[in-house]
């Protein structure tokens, strides 16, 4: 029983660091353009070397 | 090949991915930059934001090829096209950057745009959306972690977990949970406490008491070292609660952005021609009485007036729902909303605002659209006898509790336990569910429903009035009697039609195909025809005064007549063609058992021809937009539940006064702005299309409430006893969403021969 003493802590984090990934994408925007982003990944565009 | 190229120039085709390279787009770009002005925002960091809507965006292809061409313009920082919306959205540095330089690229490769303000209404729900995602990624992740947890406390009762180890369980659960729910139900309880503010009880009110029950009690099993916490039930509970908050939402933003995009396309501008002579482009709403305006062949009049100068031929069907155009002359009167078709007009603006006929109808529709407000949508129905009866079954399980000499504490945990088990997943998840697969579907079909209770409202329909022009009909004139006519007069006439907007010109065209250019100089008589001067004599192609003969009423049809050099006349026939699958939808609408009805502006002769041909007992003619609204409230009165499907804005009015209304997608503003429904393309098939999939949709609805009722039937006398453990909760709980989800999902099905509809709607092309 006492594995569970890190093992909660690490799913714990584990499952945070998963909420905090989506806020993040939320929060920046990424699912504002469900529809196109499906089809940008298929484009070869010289637009990421600017970023 | 050059006459092919010949045709395509007369006929620019609106498709996807055609680079229109017009012949000089200054003017078009200075028009859209003042157009665009107002809703140009400056954002906190000193850049300005512009978003525009793109009216033929049509594939993924197109989004690449509008950024490429925006990549490398000095002083933009951002130019992004977003597919759902189809919206491009610029930003760039204020000073540095001149906005027409930013708009000619995109205009360049043929695209049209418009400006869009992102109004206050827009901005908040946008945040909402965001709201409701944050609120659920929480729940989510709370469900996801208690439920690990919990699964190990339920394996724990058969096996050898001891106190210490639940308990510490029971905590750290109670750790994620309190805080999650404090979160993540804040839609619910807001919503809740402005209902219970307002002296109303909703669905959230009991969906909050659960929750919030349900995890206070656990707290206080957890603090007591008890067994049994819900802590599970209360987090999956928000979590399946929100998934259906948000698919509502979602729907209702997707239909509203498309109905604000065609508004925003909408929006005209107008050529004001100043005392001095100069001429200034200006939004029409800008207009005031005794301005002058120039309307050049193929736009829309701004606003009423009177004519100073100049001689045209004006479409009048959206206003009157007549399908022949009208020649006016100087000291005409001229109304907001008519197409200029031929010659270039001076007007004198007589009335804006609030007196122009367009407001006029406007109003009418307002009245009557109060009727519609008081529908009430089945889910809140359900809610309105639903709510009630869960609080009072909760008491009276507290109450039998306490008869039958149980402590409080546990006849209070058999109550909360009845607030958890019959929370309304069923009305929260499934009859969004519900909407988004039968509008999903629709969408494909080419149908835009503009809300939810449009389609439950459309499911009840027992009778249809439909519009004739532009609705039973394209709204544009087809050739008769092309097959009579020797192919050499169809063409030479065909090549001098060419040069004209004229509806019957354009028709001429279409008919004959490829044409020949013509080596001549060809004029245009505004509102009586054209004539092509050559060396060896003239040509003449136009009404029956322009080549002199006498006039003859045809009633429903419309001539054109062909003047050659020798004198020699030919005669070209034209009907304002049915669409062309109207016959067999009257047919299957009947088939279904809706009675029909044609009521039309246009004259009686025209009216009672389309009637016979579609089998129609029922048709007036003549009938103005007071008195559309009027027959509309006559047959409300009568009993029926009656659907409108029109598209002029004499049809505006009645689309708002009736049960359930739809609009073809080329309708004029203020019929798409009252219609329920918009459908795309030629065919008419949309709308027995729609009425099935409202009908389907209301029998999922239905059936889903009866199987949650079933489910209750058997859970709630359970939680009553008091037998329901969080294990049998969370069970209960989830099989029951899957099912009436599951349930709601097949309403996206069965809509196979309405792709095929779709392909052959998209093969013609649409104008």
């Not at chain 1, 993040?24 to 529809?35: H, N, T, V, Y």
Request: charged share 20%.
């Amino acid at each position: 029983m006492n594995a569970l003493i890190y093992l909660i802590p690490a799913a714990l984090l584990l499952g945070g660091l998963g909420l905090a990934a989506f806020l993040w994408a939320l929060r920046s925007g990424q699912f504002d353009d469900l529809e196109g982003a499906k089809y940008r990944i298929l484009q070869d565009d010289e637009d990421s070397e600017k970023r | 090949m050059a006459e092919q190229a010949e045709t395509e120039r007369v006929e620019p085709a609106a498709s996807c991915c055609v680079a229109v390279s017009g012949p000089d787009i200054s003017d078009r770009v200075a028009a859209l930059a003042a157009a665009s002005e107002k809703a140009v925002e400056s954002l906190p960091d000193g850049q300005q934001r512009l978003v525009l809507v793109i009216e033929n965006l049509e594939c993924a292809g197109c989004v690449p090829k509008i950024e490429g061409a925006l990549r490398d313009l000095p002083g933009l920082s951002e130019g992004r096209v977003n597919l759902t919306t189809r919206r491009l959205r610029l930003v760039w540095q204020d000073e540095t950057t001149n906005l027409e330089a930013l708009l000619r690229p995109v205009l360049a490769l043929g695209y049209r745009l418009a400006p869009f303000q992102v109004g206050r209404m827009e901005a908040r729900d946008a945040e909402e959306r965001r709201f409701l995602l944050r609120c659920l990624a929480v729940a989510g992740f709370a469900a996801g972690n208690v439920m690990l947890l919990s699964v190990s406390v339920w394996s724990g009762l058969w096996g050898d977990m001891g106190p210490a180890t639940r308990d510490l369980l029971h905590w750290v659960s109670a750790l994620i949970a309190l805080p999650a729910v404090a979160y993540a139900g804040r839609p619910f309880f807001r919503s809740a406490v402005s209902a219970l503010s307002a002296g109303r009880l909703n669905m959230d009110v009991p969906i909050s008491l659960a929750v919030v029950l349900a995890a206070a009690m656990s707290l206080f099993e957890t603090m007591r070292g008890g067994q049994e916490t819900y802590f599970d039930a209360s987090v999956t509970l928000l979590f399946f609660l929100l998934i259906g908050r948000l698919l509502d939402r979602m729907m209702r933003g997707r239909a509203r952005s498309a109905a604000e995009n065609l508004m925003a396309l909408k929006v005209d501008s107008a050529l004001v021609v100043k005392p001095c002579g100069a001429r200034e482009r200006r939004a029409a709403s800008s207009l005031k009485p005794g301005d002058v305006f120039q309307v050049a062949p193929g736009e829309h009049l701004p606003a009423d007036g009177e004519v100073l100068e100049g001689r045209a031929a004006l479409d009048v069907s959206a206003i009157t729902g007549e399908s022949l155009p009208q020649t006016v002359e100087p000291r005409s009167k001229v109304h907001a909303g008519t197409m200029n078709l031929d010659g270039s007009l001076l007007v004198r603006v007589t009335a804006s605002g609030e007196r122009t006929l367009l407001s006029e109808v406007l109003r009418l529709v307002e009245t009557a659209e109060q009727g519609r407000a008081r529908y009430v949508r089945l889910a809140d129905r359900a809610a309105r006898i639903y709510a009630p009866a869960v609080h009072l079954l909760a008491l009276v399980t507290f109450a039998l509790g306490l008869g039958l000499g149980l402590t409080w504490q546990v006849a209070l945990m058999n109550a909360i336990a009845v607030l958890i088990v019959t929370c309304p997943c069923a009305l929260g998840l499934a009859v969004p569910a519900v909407q988004v697969a039968a509008v999903g579907r629709l969408l494909r079909a080419g149908v835009l429903v503009k809300s939810g209770d449009a389609l439950e409202r459309l499911a009840q329909v027992d009778h249809l009035v439909f519009d004739k022009t532009g609705t039973l009909t394209l709204g544009r004139p087809v050739l008769l009697n092309g097959g009579e006519v020797a192919s050499s007069d169809l063409q030479c006439a065909a090549a001098l039609a060419a040069a004209s907007r004229h509806p019957l010109a354009t028709a001429l065209v279409k008919a004959a195909g490829p044409v020949p250019l013509l080596q001549a100089e060809i004029t245009e008589v505004p509102g009586a025809g054209l004539i092509a001067a050559a060396p060896d004599g003239e040509l003449r192609l136009g009404s029956a005064a322009h080549v002199g003969v006498e006039d003859v009423d045809l009633g429903a049809e419309s001539l054109l007549w062909l003047k050659h050099r020798d004198g020699r006349l030919v005669c070209f026939r034209f009907h304002d063609a049915l669409r062309p699958d109207a016959a067999a939808v009257m047919t299957a609408l009947k088939a279904q058992g809706l009675t029909l009805e044609i009521l039309s502006g246009d004259r009686p002769a025209v009216v009672a021809d389309v009637a016979r041909r579609l089998g129609i007992e029922t048709w007036q003619a003549g009938v103005n937009p007071a008195e559309k609204s009027a027959r509309l409230q006559a047959l409300t009165t009568a009993g029926h539940r009656v659907a409108m499907v029109g598209d002029g804005l004499n049809d505006a009015p009645a689309l708002a006064a009736a049960y359930a209304s739809i609009s073809p997608a080329q309708a004029s503003e203020a019929s798409q702005v009252a219609a329920d429904l918009l459908f795309q393309g030629e065919a008419l098939a949309p709308v027995p299309e729609a009425l099935t999939v409202g009908r389907k949709a209301r029998r999922l609805v239905l059936q889903n409430f009866a199987i949650a009722i079933g489910y209750n039937l058997v859970a709630v006398p359970l939680a009553m006893a008091g037998e329901i453990t969080p294990l049998l909760a969370a069970v209960f709980m989830s099989c029951s969403s899957l099912v009436v989800t599951a349930n709601a999902l097949r309403a996206a099905r069965g809509g196979k021969s309405s792709k095929k509809r779709e392909a052959a709607a998209i093969a013609v092309p649409a104008e």
